[in-house]
């Protein structure tokens, strides 16, 4: 499948909590990696089952389901690897707008997504949560 098509998939899925499809767009031995700042929150996201734990449980516990909002700045792939710039708009799971400007980059193995780096501004979302 297409670096675009699967990027079309991914974050509909993700945000709308199917996590069906997310599964197959995940290879089994994914790393999802977060900035350290906010890594010790999360643990070690290695693995389709606790990624997908992770997904699950931040759109639940920060968000609320349903709100958010991807506005791509930007989206570029070549190779096996790919870049989307965006912001991001939602409310909190206590019903507070939330905005931040986001980072994913992707790297891609055999047609499915195998690592993902996920960059933020960390202060501004940790301010909403506290």
Same mark, same amino acid.
């Given at each position: 499948?297409?670096?675009?098509?699967?990027?079309?998939?991914?974050?509909?899925?993700?945000?709308?909590?199917?996590?069906?499809?997310?599964?197959?767009?995940?290879?089994?031995?994914?790393?999802?990696?977060?900035?350290? %700042?906010?890594?010790?929150?999360?643990?070690?996201? !290695?693995?389709?089952?606790?990624?997908?734990? +992770?997904? %699950?449980?931040?759109?639940?516990?920060?968000?609320?389901?349903?709100? +958010?909002?991807?506005?791509?700045?930007?989206?570029?792939?070549?190779?096996?690897?790919?870049?989307?710039?965006? !912001?991001?708009?939602?409310?909190?799971?206590?019903?507070?707008?939330?905005?931040?400007?986001?980072?994913?980059?992707?790297?891609?193995?055999?047609?499915?997504?195998?690592?993902?780096?996920?960059?933020?501004?960390?202060?501004?979302?940790? %301010?909403? +949560? !506290?």
């Amino acid at each position: 499948m297409d670096k675009h098509a699967i990027l079309d998939r991914f974050f509909p899925a993700m945000f709308g909590k199917d996590w069906e499809t997310l599964s197959e767009l995940l290879t089994e031995d994914i790393a999802w990696n977060v900035p350290p %700042s906010i890594a010790d929150q999360f643990g070690e996201l !290695r693995g389709r089952q606790a990624v997908i734990d +992770f997904l %699950s449980s931040a759109s639940g516990d920060f968000f609320e389901p349903g709100s +958010f909002v991807l506005e791509p700045h930007m989206r570029v792939a070549e190779e096996d690897n790919a870049v989307v710039i965006a !912001r991001i708009r939602g409310r909190t799971a206590k019903g507070r707008p939330y905005q931040n400007e986001y980072a994913f980059s992707f790297r891609f193995r055999e047609g499915h997504i195998h690592e993902v780096r996920e960059l933020l501004d960390t202060a501004h979302f940790q %301010s909403h +949560f !506290r």
